[in-house]
């Protein structure tokens, strides 16, 4: 089942990396940091190692916010507007994480 609220850093690392902004790897591994921590939100991680500015996380929760609101505010059909590598599915998937699997099978599954 989809959370209501899904973790916003979640989504706002996925558009990160369709940005370009960030690797696939790197979010993969900082959500999975973002789990273990638990007190710790993943636009958190990703400011503290210095993948993404306080800026960046800015324009892209904004970004975001525009996104979500152009499917009048409905998270799962946003999200069916999302892309995902099967790379990156994959390495999200190892991850076991319940937040993370319920959003998985709502992304599209593209190669870029």
């Avoid at 899904?6 to 959500?31: H, M, P």
């Avoid at 993948?51 to 505010?73: F, N, T, V, Y």
């Amino acid at each position: 089942m989809l959370p209501q609220q899904a973790d916003r850093g979640l989504l706002l690392g996925l558009l990160a990396v369709q940005r370009g902004l960030l690797a696939e790897e790197r979010f993969a591994i900082t959500c999975g940091q973002a789990l273990a921590a638990q007190s710790s939100k993943w636009s958190e991680i990703a400011i503290q190692q210095r993948l993404l500015s306080p800026a960046d996380i800015q324009s892209l929760q904004q970004i975001l916010d525009e996104q979500i609101e152009q499917q009048s505010g409905d998270l799962p059909s946003y999200l069916r507007t999302c892309s995902i590598s099967g790379e990156l599915r994959r390495r999200l998937t190892q991850l076991n994480a319940p937040e993370i699997t319920a959003l998985l099978p709502l992304l599209n599954s593209s190669e870029f």
